[in-house]
């Protein structure tokens, strides 16, 4: 039996950000942290109860304001 489940977060998507460097210490930009504890509280949120036994299915769609650069861009050319 399957369980589908959805997990909607509204926020603009953040790349990872590359490790830096200071003083010998690799960190990860502040950015990027926030992001994926935002991710992470979310899920935890939405996916609470038993966990999990098999395999698991995943797709992740982005919608994206078309940006105003593009505002003449046709798409089928």
Do not use: Q
Not at 4 to 33: C, H, N, Q, S, W
Not at 41 to 64: E, N
């Amino acid at each position: 039996m399957s369980k589908l489940l959805d997990l909607i977060i509204e926020m603009a998507p953040v790349a990872k950000g590359r490790p830096r460097f200071a003083r010998g210490i690799a960190y990860t930009p502040k950015a990027t942290k926030d992001a994926e504890k935002r991710i992470r509280d979310a899920a935890k949120d939405a996916f609470k109860g038993d966990p999990y036994d098999g395999a698991v299915d995943v797709a992740v769609m982005f919608y994206l304001e078309r940006p105003k650069s593009k505002s003449g861009y046709r798409d089928w050319e």
